[in-house]
């Protein structure tokens, strides 16, 4: 069960509230985030919901069956909107757009790139400066000082940023750079990672497990909301199944079930779900079609010179052509979600 708190619940009303619930075989655990003070209840025994909603200092009371149970739809049928500030959201009814390179390369890199952002009015950017790499000779970014230019640069230009944290000791100063901590597929299940990510107050984007369950992800996002941090975004970005035709399956059906399953947004990621150029404004906008409140994808003045990624990177016109392209699909969708 999850039980909402009013604000100006007594420590007594709470120490009752506690008890109760123990006392009908549940254990307890509190959760306060940004939004809210919740009290979580895990057990199986029946009860009468009612003889609970009644005490003193609850807000509302949801029975939730789910494993996951903060970040499921069956108590909070309205989604959830993540506010970056300035006028940027990623919500429901709305369609965000992130683009970028796979890395961070260089100062006249960032300052080509956020001006993409800004002509094709893109207010989210994506880039790595902490790049997890199959090999240990390959490019792994730039570090903070990386991070730190690209801040002073998109900021400058109202771009927000969206990056990957690899690790616990990063987040910390990495805080006054980012808009939205990017957490890898990699490291979807690192719940040391996403126990300290639910003690900041910025945005997080988990992305899918690289052979993930949809479950999974959400017990990820769980993490992240019960350690306090309610600005999530769920991020479906292809898994690994034994096709080789593509680099990974990108799973469009997903979509709408995290939809269904979730009040949490979601994002689709395209160029790793496929990873090949020429497929990726396709199963962006089937993305869109599905469902999904945004699309983050690779772009890059010459993807063929880019550090990483190369091969599933639009060029700049590539991706001025799928912005616009997504935001037709969108309003087409919006007249299908009419009928």
């Known amino acids: 069960m999850i039980i909402q708190l009013q604000p100006d619940i007594s420590e007594v009303q709470k ?53 996951y149970k903060l970040v499921s739809k069956k108590w909070k049928a309205k989604p959830t909107s993540v506010d970056l500030g300035d006028d940027v959201f990623i919500k429901d009814g709305e369609m965000a757009i992130i683009t970028g390179p796979c890395s961070i390369e260089s100062e006249e890199q960032i300052r080509k790139v956020v001006q993409h952002c800004v002509d094709n009015d893109i207010k989210m950017m994506r880039g790595g400066v902490f790049k997890p790499r199959s090999s240990p000779y390959a490019f792994r970014g730039l570090g903070l000082e990386g991070l730190k230019l690209w801040y002073d640069i998109a900021s400058a230009a109202g771009i927000k940023i969206v990056t990957e944290v ?59 909301f019960s350690g306090g941090n309610e600005k999530l975004i769920l991020c479906e970005r292809g898994i690994r199944t034994y096709e080789r035709a593509s680099r990974n399956t990108l799973d469009l059906n997903a979509i709408p079930i995290l939809k269904a399953k979730s009040h949490l947004p979601v994002i689709v990621d395209p160029s790793h779900g496929i990873g090949i150029r020429e497929y990726v404004p396709q199963m962006a906008l089937s993305g869109v079609m599905a469902g999904a409140d945004g699309i983050i994808y690779e772009s890059h003045e010459i993807p063929e ?6 091969q599933q990177t639009l060029d700049f016109a590539q991706s001025a052509r799928l912005a616009s392209w997504i935001r037709q699909s969108f309003a087409m969708r919006k007249n299908f979600d009419l009928l």
């Open 305 to 310: 010179k880019a550090y990483s990624d190369g």
């Open 15 to 67: 120490e009752k509230l506690i008890a109760k619930v123990n006392g009908i075989g549940y254990k307890t655990t509190e959760v306060k985030t940004q939004l809210g003070d919740y009290l979580i209840g895990i057990g199986k025994n029946d009860f009468d919901i009612r003889k609970i909603g009644q005490m003193d200092g609850i807000s509302d009371i949801h029975v939730v069956s789910d494993e």
């Open 166 to 224: 690899m690790q616990t000791s990063q987040i910390e100063e990495m805080y006054p750079y980012v808009d939205v901590y990017q957490v890898g597929a990699r490291n979807s299940q690192n719940f040391n990672l996403l126990d300290e990510l639910g003690k900041v107050d910025k945005a997080v984007m988990i992305k899918r497990g690289i052979s993930g369950t949809i479950e999974e992800l959400l017990q990820s996002a769980e993490y992240v």
